[in-house]
Structure formats: C-alpha cells, structure tokens
C-alpha cells in the first residue's frame, strides 16, 4: 500500500515535502516514483528512486528544485517512506501528486523511468496547488 500525504496550497517560490509511506511489501525490492496530473493534463513523471536507492531521475522541468529520497531502510521493517522535496514551486507545478511502485531493473529504469506500465502499485494522491 502507498499512501501519500503532505499536499498544501503554497505560494510561487515556496516549497513543500511530500511523503509517500509504503507498507506490505519491501522497498528494497521496488522502485517508487513521483507522478503529477494536472487537470485536463496526463500524468505525468516527475521524479523516481531506484530499488537500491543508488540512482534517482528527475523531469527536466523540476531538475535543480526537487529532490527525492527514502529513509534508511533499516529504520523500520514494515513502514518505508520516500519524500520528495520540492523547492523554488511554480504554477506549473500545481497538481495531484501520486507515488507508484514497480519492480524495474536498473537497466529498464534508465530507458524509461516514467513509463507508466512499469508501475503496478499506486497512491490515491496528494493536491499540491501552487498560487502566484
């Protein structure tokens, strides 16, 4: 199960955290992106982190403002959570914030890292609105 949570209405050139918890199945074994809708948009990838936690992708559009990471995995053996943070927000940014988890080889990863397909398990979403 993904749950996400942290979602806030901020204005332009704020930052919010966002937190997707994960329990039932190991992390180490999945690796967990960050999808946005907007409405009348698709949805789109925004950030992932690798099962091995070694390797992360970023959109170009949020490169050099957000950042994706995970707890240590030996903190609790049932409950991991992955956060991203997000800094320097814009308009564009505004959206429900969902995280996915898939079990992706290193090499899938990098051809693809937000095809949707890859991923099997889903959030309900977070509401991030930005105002400018």
């Known amino acids: 199960q993904l749950v996400e949570s942290g979602g806030d209405l901020v204005q332009s050139g704020g930052s919010l955290t966002l937190s997707c918890t994960v329990t039932g199945f190991g992390l180490d074994y999945y690796t967990i992106a960050w999808f946005r809708e907007a409405p009348g948009k698709e949805r789109e990838g925004v950030s992932c982190?690798?099962?091995?936690?070694?390797?992360?992708?970023?959109?170009?559009?949020v490169k050099g403002r957000f950042t994706i990471s995970r707890d240590n995995v030996d903190s609790d053996p049932v409950k991991k959570i992955v956060y991203l943070q997000m800094n320097n927000l814009k308009p564009e940014d505004s959206g429900l914030y969902f995280c996915?988890?898939?079990?992706?080889?290193?090499?899938?990863?990098?051809?693809?890292?937000?095809?949707?397909?890859?991923?099997?398990?889903w959030g309900q979403g977070t509401q991030v609105t930005v105002s400018s």
């Open positions: 982190i690798s099962q091995t936690g070694s390797t992360t992708y970023y959109a170009e559009s």
């Open positions: 996915a988890a898939g079990s992706i080889s290193d090499s899938g990863l990098a051809r693809a890292p937000f095809e949707r397909r890859k991923y099997d398990d």
